[in-house]
């Protein structure tokens, strides 16, 4: 179980660090989504799995460590939160400069060059 774990952490780690160094806005945020995710899975597994313990001390026997879910709960939250505020960001970029690209412009192109986009007159056809 626990290479299996260990490998389905590994591979949504390596996507999220996939999805983050693309050039465009939109992947990079869900690199982000995708590596918090792994993060919090990671720190869940090291809190491990305890069957038959006690969630508050109660006089003998083990007893569940309720931290690590503290941990993850909170980084859900915080989480979510960030990922709206870099989608926000991310908007706001492309609606200033035209461009999702996270330098702010399209490769080939001109900085400052809006994109080419055709017009057609009332009545012409392309």
Do not use: K
């Amino acid at each position: 179980m626990e290479f299996l774990l260990a490998t389905g952490i590994g591979f949504v780690t390596a996507c999220g660090l996939y999805l983050m160094l693309r050039g465009r806005s939109f992947p990079v945020v869900l690199g982000l989504s995708l590596f918090g995710y792994a993060v919090n899975v990671f720190i869940f597994v090291m809190g491990r799995l305890w069957s038959n313990a006690q969630p508050i001390l109660v006089g003998e026997g083990p007893v569940a460590d309720p931290l690590p879910q503290a941990l993850v709960l909170t980084a859900i939250v915080i989480g979510f939160a960030t990922t709206g505020f870099v989608i926000e960001l991310a908007l706001r970029n492309r609606h200033e400069s035209g461009s999702d690209h996270v330098d702010g412009h399209e490769p080939g192109r001109a900085p400052g060059r809006s994109p080419a986009v055709p017009t057609v007159r009332h009545g012409e056809r392309n």
